[in-house]
């Protein structure tokens, strides 16, 4: 299973991007789908995530971002919308599902894409 990320960019505080993250190759089941980010010199946290029906956000992002899915485009997008200077980060598509009937559930991870908003 690959994941493709795109939508990243710079952007000015306040504004707003849309990230997209489209899941290809070998899929039988999807559970989750998400987004993490890292900025330099900080460990990958969690952003938002999509599981079974429900939705998880960072308590620092609540309100200002939106994640959901298209099942059957096996995508998931971010909205972000206020942007703040640290905000920027690289923000890394998730996904958590199999390649096959037969297979175990495993966590997948986009390249990451770069976003960058300035004050």
């Known amino acids: 299973m690959l994941l493709l990320e795109s939508g990243g960019g710079l952007v000015q505080a306040g504004g707003s991007l849309r990230l997209s993250c489209a899941a290809s190759g070998s899929i039988f089941s999807i559970d989750a789908m998400g987004w993490y980010r890292q900025a330099p010199g900080k460990r990958r946290e969690l952003v938002a995530i999509?599981?079974?029906?429900?939705?998880n956000y960072a308590n620092s992002m609540k309100g200002r971002v939106t994640v959901s899915r298209d099942h059957a485009k096996n995508t998931v997008y971010l909205q972000m919308s206020n942007l703040e200077p640290e905000d920027t980060a690289v923000y890394y598509c998730?996904?958590?599902?199999?390649?096959?009937?037969?297979?175990?559930?495993?966590?997948?991870w986009g390249q990451g894409t770069q976003v960058t908003v300035s004050s």
């Open positions: 999509s599981t079974s029906g429900r939705t």
């Open positions: 998730y996904a958590r599902g199999a390649t096959t009937r037969f297979a175990t559930q495993d966590d997948y």
